[in-house]
Every structure is written in structure tokens, then in C-alpha cells.
């Protein structure tokens, strides 16, 4: 079957560095996806992964080692507004996206 | 109109009530999916389109179904609601299938 796991919640301090890990086993493999859904809203995109790698955009990274099957997103710089839950996802051979169920992040002063 | 809208933002239903909900997006994107999501699984596809005319079963389909009549619209009915569809129930779309989806604001459900 096809599986996504992600901790279910993480708390760190702000200014602090987090790195939320992700482990997947899909049928298929184009590409892993993160998220960042705020309490209440919709889901906006972070990062897209394709090839073993650390992409990295601002305070955001994230990295994909595909033989591993496994990918982290790593948080610098922690502020109080990065409170809010992070979706790990795999797009499958059909193109369709495999979600976890998300990790929460709850940042501290 | 600016990315995706969807509606109702919440509604409460009777069960056994039909019920259809709304989703638009103005980015001409090819690819629409609906999806639903529930305290502690994550976001399960209902139903897909790939492209206008053409739709698909997601993995949790059942008591749900949708249509694609033109690139711009993407409506979800229920035909006849249970209390198991609670749940809040977001539009995505995507330009082709395998590129980051944008997602709509969503609509909380909920089916007594």
C-alpha cells in the first residue's frame, strides 16, 4: 500500500532551527511536496522536490533522498507566525498526490 | 475572481439532504481535484479531472459526485448526505496533473 509518515506534532522555541522529517512509500515516484496550512485555512504550497537534493528558499529548506525514501523540510529562524501544520506529499505514477496527515508545529517565545 | 473560490464557506445539513458545493478557479488550470480532510488523516482524494469533459474516482469516491462541463467549474454533490461526510472539503487545482495545486478556502460540513 501506499504510505506517508510524518510526526504528528513538534514544538520548538522561536529563532530556534526545526527539521520535520517525512518517510514515504508510494507506487511511483515524480516528486515530493510540502505545505504549510495555518489553523483554519487552506494549504499553500512550500517546496517541490524531484531529484536527491537540499532545495533551499529563504528560511525554508527541504531535502529528498529518494533511495531512502525519505525527505525533510528544515525551518531557520523560527517565528511565531511559522506556527501551523506541515504537509508532506508524494505525487504518485498516476500524478496524483499521496498526503500525510501532517505534523503540527507549535512555536514558543 | 482571483485563484480558486469555493461555496458555501460552512453549511449545516440534514441528513439525507442532497447538497452540491461550488468550487471556481480563474487560473485556466487543466486539472481539478476535491478533497476532504478530517482531524488526524490527511487530505483524501474524493474525485478528480484531469481535464474538462473527463473526470475520475479518487480513493474515497462513494456517495460523491462531480462534473466538469467547462475548465472553470468543478461542482461536488452529495446525493444524499450522512454523518460520516463531516468534514471540510477543499478544491484544488493544478496546471497538468503533476504540478504544485493551488488550493480554495474550503467549506466545513456538517451532516447531522
Known amino acids: 500500500g501506499q504510505n506517508i509518515d510524518q510526526p504528528t506534532e513538534m514544538t520548538a522555541t522561536e529563532g530556534a532551527i526545526v527539521q520535520i522529517n517525512c518517510t514515504y512509500q508510494?507506487?511511483?515516484?515524480?516528486?515530493l511536496f510540502w505545505y504549510q496550512q495555518h489553523a483554519g485555512e487552506a494549504p499553500t504550497f512550500l517546496s517541490y522536490?524531484?531529484l536527491d537534493g537540499l532545495e533551499e528558499k529563504g528560511r525554508f529548506s527541504s531535502f529528498l533522498s529518494r533511495s531512502k525514501g525519505y525527505s525533510y523540510l528544515l525551518l531557520k529562524e523560527l517565528q511565531m507566525k511559522d506556527s501551523a501544520s506541515y504537509l508532506c506529499?508524494?505525487?504518485?505514477?498516476?500524478?496524483?498526490?499521496?498526503w500525510g496527515a501532517g505534523t503540527k508545529l507549535i512555536i514558543k517565545p | 475572481i482571483a485563484g480558486i473560490t469555493q461555496a458555501p464557506t460552512s453549511q449545516i445539513l440534514a441528513a439525507g439532504r442532497r447538497m452540491t458545493l461550488r468550487c471556481t478557479q480563474d487560473?485556466?488550470?487543466?486539472?481539478m481535484y476535491w478533497y476532504r480532510q478530517d482531524l488526524g488523516l490527511g487530505l483524501r482524494l474524493i474525485h478528480y479531472?484531469?481535464?474538462?469533459?473527463?473526470?475520475g474516482k479518487g480513493e474515497v469516491p462513494d456517495g460523491y459526485s462531480v462534473s466538469r462541463a467547462n475548465t472553470d467549474d468543478f461542482p461536488l454533490t452529495l446525493a444524499s448526505a450522512v454523518p460520516s461526510q463531516t468534514s471540510v472539503y477543499f478544491c484544488?487545482?493544478?496546471?497538468?496533473?503533476?504540478?504544485?495545486?493551488?488550493f480554495g478556502p474550503g467549506t466545513r460540513l456538517t451532516v447531522l
Open positions: 484544488a487545482s493544478s496546471d497538468r496533473g503533476h504540478n504544485e495545486q493551488f
Open positions: 479531472s484531469n481535464t474538462a469533459g473527463t473526470t
Open positions: 522536490n524531484v
Open positions: 487560473m485556466r488550470h487543466n486539472a
Open positions: 506529499a508524494v505525487s504518485d505514477s498516476n500524478y496524483q498526490l499521496i
Open positions: 508510494t507506487s511511483g515516484f515524480n516528486g
